[in-house]
């Protein structure tokens, strides 16, 4: 289905006009106006694609085309003629359609192709689960939440980057049929349909990608195409959970900046704590915002002298949230490859991975103390930390 409107402007209001009129005729779309409102908050609104008519002089409508575009807008130029000098110019500011007036079949296919493209554009959102140490409980707690997101009726997939030993397809007791290295060689003719039957799927919905069902081609997957690839992946899932990052070498890194929200899995005991500590110093210094880290701390024992509060004033972060441990009901759904919410459905610790998630997407930001964070990355501003990804 094509974005419920089209934005129409330029230099050549009888032209708009026009269009006006054929758009509603040929490609079955509202059409919407500026009204008074700068390009820039328009297209906040993600109209399916923008056309700028063009008529006489039509140097300050190619920079028009230079500004939408560089507002993330996909341009459309329409004229009276088709001059190719005019062509030249639009092109290389960035539209990217040229179509003459009287065209409608023209005028047809470029505003359902554009708008085809903008509506898959790639806004899922890449949460990362990164443990402060081995043994934390990081693809167990990353594997429900996916599943709780599921529930709340978003498309899940999880990602295992751990690309030899990785444990989501052991949790989960699935079978490592495609693999992250048969999406990397198939992005160019992979849709949402091919997506749908290739990926394995668990009995809950979530879709899981690894590559250890296939250990011999993980060299195929390279630090390098982690960007692309989980663009690729928010294209078809609101939500990509990865799993399989454990410290800092280029893959992890090309994970973590990819990611939109990094999800700190400790416990309390020294080591933990000071590993978390460590952590987020190499988070401020890689210029990660406050709200891209959230700390969670499994297996909560409320009686352990390491609460929350001292942990958060050790190390600069409040604990966003805490898991119980039910190591009995875990057991369980690892060896039967199912979900707590399967199997444990009234444990404690099954209702906090419930909390967690809308925590996780920002929905419940009130539970979410964000005092301190802030603090430690400005305290070190000197550092010379790089930009944010």
């Not at 700028?52 to 002089?57: H, I, K, L, R, T």
């Not at 290739?198 to 195409?225: F, N, Y």
């Not at 959230?294 to 972060?317: C, F, H, M, W």
């Not at 369980?332 to 009234?346: F, K």
């Given at each position: 289905?094509?974005?419920?409107?089209?934005?129409?402007?330029?230099?050549?209001?009888?032209?708009?006009?026009?269009?006006?009129?054929?758009?509603?005729?040929?490609?079955?779309?509202?059409?919407?106006?500026?009204?008074?409102?700068?390009?820039?908050?328009?297209?906040?609104?993600?109209?399916?694609?923008?056309?700028?008519?063009?008529?006489?002089?039509?140097?300050?409508?190619?920079?028009?085309?230079?500004?939408?575009?560089?507002?993330?807008?996909?341009?459309?130029?329409?004229?009276?003629?088709?001059?190719?000098?005019?062509?030249?110019?639009?092109?290389?500011?960035?539209?990217?359609?040229?179509?003459?007036?009287?065209?409608?079949?023209?005028?047809r296919r470029a505003v359902r192709e554009?708008?085809?493209?903008?509506?898959?554009?790639?806004?899922?959102?890449?949460?990362?689960?990164?443990?402060?140490?081995?043994?934390?409980?990081?693809?167990?707690?990353?594997?429900?939440?996916?599943?709780?997101?599921?529930?709340?009726?978003?498309n899940v997939c999880v990602v295992d980057?751990?690309?030899?030993?990785?444990?989501?397809?052991?949790?989960?007791?699935?079978?490592?049929?495609?693999?992250?290295?048969?999406?990397?060689?198939?992005?160019?003719?992979?849709?949402?349909?091919?997506?749908?039957?290739?990926?394995?799927?668990?009995?809950?919905?979530?879709?899981?990608?690894?590559?250890?069902?296939?250990?011999?081609?993980?060299?195929?997957?390279?630090?390098?195409?982690?960007?692309?690839?989980?663009?690729?992946?928010?294209?078809?899932?609101?939500?990509?959970?990865?799993?399989?990052?454990?410290?800092?070498?280029?893959?992890?890194?090309?994970?973590?900046?990819?990611?939109?929200?990094?999800?700190?899995?400790?416990?309390?005991?020294?080591?933990?704590?000071?590993?978390?500590?460590?952590?987020?110093?190499?988070?401020?210094?890689?210029?990660?915002?406050?709200?891209?880290?959230?700390?969670?701390?499994?297996?909560?024992?409320?009686?352990?002298?390491?609460?929350?509060?001292?942990?958060?004033?050790?190390?600069?972060?409040?604990?966003?949230?805490?898991?119980?441990?039910?190591?009995?009901?875990?057991?369980?759904?690892?060896?039967?490859?199912?979900?707590?919410?399967?199997?444990?459905?009234?444990?404690?610790?099954?209702?906090?991975?419930?909390?967690?998630?809308?925590?996780?997407?920002?929905?419940?930001?009130?539970?979410?103390?964000?005092?301190?964070?802030?603090?430690?990355?400005?305290?070190?501003?000197?550092?010379?930390?790089?930009?944010?990804?």
């Amino acid at each position: 289905m094509l974005k419920p409107s089209v934005l129409v402007l330029g230099s050549d209001e009888r032209l708009e006009v026009e269009l006006h009129r054929m758009l509603k005729e040929v490609a079955n779309v509202s059409v919407a106006d500026l009204d008074g409102r700068g390009a820039a908050d328009y297209l906040k609104t993600k109209p399916g694609a923008v056309l700028v008519a063009v008529g006489e002089g039509a140097t300050g409508s190619v920079s028009l085309v230079a500004d939408l575009v560089a507002a993330g807008a996909r341009v459309i130029v329409i004229a009276a003629v088709k001059d190719p000098d005019l062509i030249l110019q639009t092109m290389r500011a960035g539209a990217k359609e040229f179509v003459v007036e009287g065209d409608q079949e023209g005028l047809r296919r470029a505003v359902r192709e554009q708008a085809k493209l903008s509506d898959n554009v790639a806004d899922g959102i890449v949460v990362t689960l990164f443990p402060t140490r081995g043994g934390v409980g990081a693809t167990s707690i990353g594997t429900n939440v996916a599943g709780a997101l599921q529930r709340l009726g978003e498309n899940v997939c999880v990602v295992d980057f751990d690309l030899h030993l990785g444990d989501v397809l052991s949790f989960l007791d699935l079978p490592g049929s495609y693999s992250i290295a048969d999406v990397l060689s198939n992005m160019a003719r992979l849709d949402r349909d091919l997506i749908e039957a290739s990926v394995t799927r668990h009995p809950s919905g979530i879709r899981v990608l690894a590559q250890s069902g296939k250990v011999e081609e993980a060299d195929r997957v390279k630090p390098a195409d982690v960007p692309q690839f989980l663009a690729f992946l928010r294209r078809f899932f609101s939500y990509i959970i990865v799993d399989g990052i454990r410290g800092f070498d280029e893959m992890s890194l090309a994970v973590l900046d990819s990611s939109k929200k990094v999800v700190m899995v400790a416990t309390q005991d020294v080591p933990a704590v000071r590993n978390t500590k460590r952590c987020l110093d190499l988070f401020r210094r890689l210029g990660y915002p406050e709200e891209k880290v959230l700390l969670v701390l499994n297996r909560y024992q409320r009686e352990s002298k390491i609460t929350p509060e001292v942990i958060a004033d050790t190390v600069g972060i409040p604990v966003a949230h805490t898991l119980a441990n039910d190591f009995q009901a875990t057991i369980e759904c690892i060896n039967r490859g199912l979900l707590l919410y399967d199997v444990a459905a009234r444990s404690k610790l099954t209702k906090d991975i419930e909390q967690l998630a809308p925590v996780i997407v920002g929905q419940q930001k009130d539970a979410i103390r964000r005092t301190g964070f802030l603090g430690l990355f400005s305290s070190r501003k000197n550092d010379g930390a790089a930009g944010a990804s």
